[in-house]
């Protein structure tokens, strides 16, 4: 098998205009288990382990720019997780410290699994991929790049070099829960961001739809029943109602993890959860 391994973007941008068959790999975390299990023999690989440039991260006024190659173990900087503590917080429950070493929210994008840890926070606080092909750049919400379970927006000759996000003063809280205590995919997860300044929070769930799944019309609703001036819900049926309100919005499925009906009662309780831990 032959194997790429530009050090500069430019150069991968290059290797895959010429090759769009090209398969990407940053950790290779979701790659090589379909590869050991017979599902995908790749003809030629294109790492971009040793891309320097998709390995940093910055803030960009009231934005958070990370890139593509920034591994779990890296979103766990003490000063990144100020920035992102929900992020930093999905981060944590990603496997083992080997694979939290090796994997990227690059790849976790890309691979659009149902379960990826990272995108319900992501989409909680609505982010922005930015795409680069040789042909130029184009940015595109999380929404519509990811498409469906494990399908995205993607073009031949694209690769993933960031994610923005944007930096805001609340709490956010990240849970998931799983059939053990840790190195498990999860059964149901939940983000739950809160702006104090603009007043407005984001709530997504995953693992329990076709991808990250939310319901604005929930969130106004939520937003309503809280005492901006207090930082906190103004009944204490709130975070009831609201789980409720969201277990009625996911649509699970049943798989060997777990049932729908499983998941739609884990849903009320994470989203409860979420709602008394940042309105308490």
Excluded at 216 to 237: F, N, V
Excluded at 250 to 256: A, G, L, R, Y
């Amino acid at each position: 098998m032959t194997v790429l391994t530009p050090q500069r973007l430019d150069g991968a941008l290059a290797a895959l205009a010429e090759d769009p068959s090209l398969s990407v790999v940053a950790g290779g975390t979701d790659l090589m288990v379909d590869v050991n299990a017979g599902r995908r023999r790749p003809r030629a690989l294109l790492s971009l382990r040793h891309v320097g440039e998709l390995r940093t991260w910055r803030r960009a006024g009231d934005q958070l720019v990370i890139g593509a190659g920034v591994t779990y173990a890296h979103l766990l900087d003490p000063r990144l997780a100020a920035l992102a503590p929900a992020l930093a917080q999905a981060a944590r429950t990603v496997g083992s410290p080997q694979i939290r070493n090796t994997g990227t929210i690059g790849g976790n994008l890309a691979t659009a699994s149902p379960a990826g840890d990272t995108l319900p926070v992501l989409a909680a606080l609505d982010a922005v991929v930015d795409l680069a092909s040789a042909e130029g750049r184009r940015a595109v919400r999380l929404d519509d790049f990811v498409t469906g379970p494990k399908a995205n927006a993607l073009q031949p000759g694209e690769l993933i070099v960031a994610v923005r996000i944007p930096v805001i003063a609340g709490p956010q809280e990240y849970l998931k829960i799983g059939v053990r205590n840790a190195m498990v995919i999860a059964v149901a997860s939940c983000a739950l961001v809160v702006d104090w300044s603009h007043r407005q929070l984001g709530c997504a769930f995953g693992s329990v739809g076709p991808r990250a799944m939310r319901d604005r019309r929930a969130e106004s609703w939520l937003a309503s029943e809280i005492d901006w001036h207090a930082r906190r819900a103004r009944s204490t049926t709130v975070a009831e109602r609201f789980g409720r309100w969201m277990s009625e919005t996911v649509s699970p499925i049943d798989d060997h993890r777990a049932t729908a009906a499983y998941r739609r009662e884990a849903t009320a309780v994470l989203a409860r959860r979420a709602v008394e831990r940042v309105l308490a």
